[in-house]
């Protein structure tokens, strides 16, 4: 067993011990964007006082977490923090945002889903606190990378990744598809911690120049090359955990990167369905880009985004079903809650249980069983039963729903309430394991694929189980054949 020495340790970082009054500093933050979107949903269009009150009372819940930990109460990573913040979008701003699969539900149910919305948020939160109000002992040991020989894995993997999306758009890659699947998901999860850990480092300046300046031109290749694919979802989660680890370790917001990146994967949005119906549905082949291609490609794209900005108001004149593209329409998924609250128990009933069923199914690898059912079959399961989708439609099209949704579709407020309780302690033991452990240990290196999960609003619990399974299963693989286990100095530690 390695013991290292005292400046090796504290190169690897602790993961997050940052003094409480340094977390602090980001309460400024906070309590702007808290105003700001309470003012938001104050002062939004609709008339509606219970819609209003409904989309407030999902904001303050949705919040809490995140004060807690920007306030010190709360030690670890703030996984929870930011899965809570993620309710902000995608269940109370919809309620207020004119959403058109929203407002053709009554105020009555839009405030029967706030309530059920803000209680799951703030039993989960309760659950949650209850691990992380105190940092655990120090282990004897942990297993983790070397510091410097970790940052050249985590920069060799970044590297592969961009290799990776450069073979997929170009076609150079002859995989079946279960191979191809497993490939990427590998890549995917490795990329993960990889811009976690090395932007985290960036962040509190433990990184080395040259290194950092490597890291930055590999970040932008790979958001670029892998954005190719017309789904830029992939980018804007990188960026969502880079930015994530940057600001726990500077203990400060990337304003200027934030907006740069915003406003870039906004004017992409614009143009996206123009790009997918020409390459997507019009050809019978995959179309493949090259690399030099790329610049012509996004040339493309962005000419369809810029038309598409200077016309928006006949084309949505022109097109009345066509789905409006604001950000808040894109990540709504309380439309699913609505849809199940106004359906469940009559006339359509619960599915006890059914959607959780296939779970087990789908942790066995697909060379054991080359009749696997596809990972999104609860999804599925939720769409046919509530009449959105038959059989047949779920092979071109997949609708997300989200764990609070399909919690209530099988045991309706009682799931709501298990839910939160089953959540809050796994963020919460998971938060607490990882305490104290060095950036490049086993404990941290899952508690950032979890934060990266926690950005996947739209999963159902069978796609976040196989999903997190998929990745966990790369993480032992580097545990086993790269790490080491090496002994804890005993020096004060901050907490």
């Known amino acids: 067993m390695n013991e290292p020495s005292l400046s090796n340790y504290n190169s690897l970082a602790l993961l997050p011990a940052v003094e409480r009054y340094q977390r602090r500093q980001l309460l400024k933050v906070f309590w702007m964007m808290a105003i700001g979107l309470l003012l938001f949903e104050l002062q939004a269009e609709t008339d509606s006082i219970l819609s209003k009150f409904a989309s407030m009372i999902i904001t303050l819940a949705a919040l809490w977490p995140s004060y807690i930990w920007c306030s010190g109460r709360a030690f670890g990573m703030p996984i929870f923090?930011?899965?809570?913040?993620?309710?902000?979008?995608?269940?109370?701003?919809?309620?207020?945002?004119?959403?058109?699969?929203?407002?053709?539900?009554?105020?009555?149910?839009?405030?029967?889903?706030g309530i059920t919305t803000a209680g799951f948020l703030i039993i989960s939160t309760s659950v949650w606190l209850k691990s992380v109000k105190s940092p655990p002992s120090l282990p004897k040991h942990y297993r983790a990378l070397n510091g410097k020989k970790g940052n050249l894995f985590f920069l060799s993997i970044m590297t592969l990744a961009v290799l990776f999306n450069l073979s997929k758009n170009g076609g150079w890659l002859i995989l079946d598809g279960g191979i191809f699947a497993a490939v990427r998901g590998a890549v995917l999860g490795l990329t993960v911690l990889a811009s976690f850990v090395l932007t985290y480092q960036l962040g509190n300046r433990t990184l080395p120049k040259i290194q950092s300046q490597l890291f930055f031109i590999l970040l932008i290749a790979y958001m670029v090359t892998d954005a190719i694919s017309l789904v830029v979802v992939g980018a804007a989660s990188t960026f969502m955990v880079s930015t994530a680890a940057f600001i726990i370790g500077r203990k400060k917001v990337p304003i200027i990167a934030i907006l740069v990146v915003t406003i870039s994967l906004s004017v992409l949005h614009q143009g996206k369905d123009e790009m997918r119906h020409k390459y997507w549905f019009q050809t019978d082949t995959p179309t493949l880009v090259q690399p030099w291609q790329y610049f012509d490609w996004y040339s493309e794209w962005i000419g369809y985004s810029l038309?598409?900005?200077?016309?928006?108001?006949?084309?949505?004149?022109?097109?009345?079903?066509?789905?409006?593209?604001?950000?808040?329409?894109r990540s709504s998924?309380?439309?699913?809650?609505?849809?199940?609250?106004?359906?469940?128990?009559?006339?359509?009933?619960?599915?006890?249980?059914?959607?959780?069923a296939i779970i087990p199914q789908l942790l066995i690898p697909r060379f054991l069983n080359a009749n696997k059912i596809r990972s999104h079959e609860g999804t599925f399961i939720l769409s046919i039963h509530y009449g959105l989708q038959r059989r047949e439609d779920t092979l071109g099209t997949t609708i997300g729903w989200g764990l609070l949704a399909e919690a209530y579709a099988n045991f309706g407020l009682l799931g709501c309430v298990g839910l939160g309780v089953v959540l809050g302690n796994w963020y919460g033991k998971i938060t607490r394991w990882s305490m104290n452990a060095p950036i490049l240990s086993a404990q941290s290196l899952f508690s950032v694929l979890l934060l990266a999960f926690s950005f996947q609003t739209e999963f159902s619990a069978g796609v976040y189980v196989s999903a997190l399974f998929q990745s966990g299963m790369v993480l032992v693989g580097i545990v086993v054949v790269l790490m080491q286990n090496q002994k804890i100095p005993r020096f004060p530690a901050h907490h």
């Open 81 to 113: 923090p930011l899965f809570a913040l993620t309710y902000t979008w995608t269940y109370g701003l919809p309620l207020v945002a004119n959403h058109p699969l929203v407002i053709i539900y009554s105020p009555e149910n839009h405030l029967f889903a």
């Open 307 to 329: 038309e598409k900005m200077r016309a928006k108001d006949d084309i949505h004149k022109s097109s009345e079903s066509e789905e409006k593209s604001s950000f808040v329409e």
């Open 333 to 356: 998924v309380i439309q699913m809650l609505l849809l199940t609250q106004t359906k469940s128990p009559e006339p359509i009933p619960y599915l006890y249980g059914e959607s959780y």
